[in-house]
């Protein structure tokens, strides 16, 4: 029962934190940039739209800092719990902002303390939800049970597609610009609920009793600095493809297929949802084959396949056929769930328990923040420049190689201090 009240809240903090998360990306694509820079040329907006996006990114690395210390000298409970609070807050308050039309500059700007409160949030939710469900498992399904807490990101972005077809097919655009897009961030307002739950009903974990047993680390974050710079820099590296090709298959692609293609919104956001919902079990799929044959064969083959499905994602999309695309967003995301299913047990296992909330996070958010961040932004304006999907499928070609030499040096410490749950 305990290990089943883990895996709930491990599992559904993270998709609805991640469904918090990716609620802002869509409607940035679809939304923001009319209703928070009504000024600006179409493109512009865009772009500005997308650059309030990147802030989230910006503000993860500082999440990661500050729910490491709090995870690593408190509790990973603790932290977890404080960072539910704060995604839940933070993401309902959005649902309720004020337009430019309304308060002027006043609404973006407060657009984007708040996407910095979420940054910050999903930054320091990760480490906990992942550790939470790998020091609670048994040594040889590290890979499989720390895949629950990731299964937050499909789940997340298939109720976060959900929510926005259902509000834009049901209402009418003028409904929806008018009130109809605050919907999805009010939702999320189950958050807080389940922060609730985790605080009274979740233990500690046995590997964070025995770090306070034996003493917390004076200062996690300058430590793990301090004796792993290697393996938190070469780990940022091996996520920038994750983020680079998760955001551009699920957020870019929205944009380019409505304005550059003129596809219906509909047709862009089922093509995300199916690929979300093929990637929930592709993600257990490919982390227990991580708990067989080790995280580095897995990863790579991930890292080295979704750089080379990115040409042929474009000419699929360019096609305008609406199965086509169903078919390259879906592929994308499976070959994605090849890294990110076995990632947390792999950056977990990098960092002595003392220090895992801190290194692990810090590892996994700049590098999400590298590669996720400014994609979107990056992307669009090669397209602006060049009128070629090329360009923007060789940046994406660039980071899976970055990843790859990254993953290949990366030399994974034993995780001695990962205590399996006691039978």
């Not at 299964?151 to 509000?167: D, E, K, R």
């Not at 293609?261 to 509909?266: A, D, E, Q, T, V």
């Not at 979107?376 to 790859?404: D, E, G, H, K, N």
Request: glycine share 10%; charged share 10%.
């Amino acid at each position: 029962m305990k290990l089943a009240k883990i895996i709930a809240v491990s599992s559904s903090g993270s998709a609805i934190e991640w469904y918090d998360f990716f609620i802002y990306g869509t409607a940035a694509a679809l939304i923001f940039n009319k209703l928070f820079f009504p000024t600006a040329d179409p493109l512009a907006g865009t772009l500005l739209a997308f650059s309030t996006f990147a802030v989230g990114f910006a503000a993860r690395p500082l999440g990661g800092v500050l729910f490491g210390h709090l995870g690593d000298k408190v509790g990973r409970k603790a932290a977890l719990v404080t960072a539910l609070f704060l995604m839940g807050g933070s993401t309902t308050v959005i649902g309720l902002l004020p337009t430019y039309e309304s308060i002027g500059v006043s609404a973006p700007i407060a657009l984007v303390v708040l996407r910095l409160a979420q940054g910050v949030a999903v930054g320091g939710q990760w480490g906990g939800a992942v550790l939470i469900a790998t020091e609670n498992a048994p040594p040889h399904r590290r890979g499989l049970y720390g895949s629950f807490a990731q299964l937050g990101v499909p789940v997340g972005l298939v109720l976060s597609t959900l929510v926005f077809l259902g509000t834009s097919s049901w209402l009418t655009e003028a409904q929806f610009a008018a009130w109809g897009w605050r919907l999805p961030f009010l939702f999320s307002i189950a958050l807080i609920l389940v922060a609730l739950y985790a605080q009274f009903r979740l233990e500690e974990t046995v590997a964070m009793r025995e770090v306070k047993k034996e003493g917390t680390a004076s200062s996690p974050v300058l430590e793990v600095l301090r004796k792993h710079p290697g393996n938190i820099a070469l780990a940022a590296g091996a996520v920038i493809v994750v983020g680079a090709g998760f955001y551009l298959f699920a957020t870019y692609l929205l944009s380019y297929g409505t304005t550059v293609l003129g596809m219906p919104r509909s047709t862009m956001l089922n093509a995300v949802m199916w690929g979300a919902v093929a990637q929930v079990p592709a993600l257990l799929v490919f982390a227990h084959l991580s708990d067989r044959i080790g995280r580095r064969p897995v990863y790579l083959f991930g890292a080295v396949t979704t750089g080379l499905w990115v040409f042929p994602a474009f000419l699929l999309v360019n096609t305008r056929s609406p199965g086509l695309v169903v078919i390259a967003v879906v592929v994308a995301l499976v070959l994605f769930a090849a890294m990110y299913g076995p990632q947390a047990a792999f950056f977990s296992e990098l960092f002595t328990a003392r220090l895992r909330y801190s290194g692990a996070s810090l590892g996994y958010q700049v590098g999400v923040m590298l590669g996720g961040a400014f994609t979107p932004i990056i992307a669009t304006w090669l397209y602006s420049q060049y009128r070629s999907f090329v360009p923007v499928a060789l940046f994406l070609l660039v980071t899976a190689l970055v990843s790859c030499a990254c993953v290949v040096k990366l030399t994974a410490e034993k995780a001695r201090e990962l205590v399996p749950q006691p039978a």
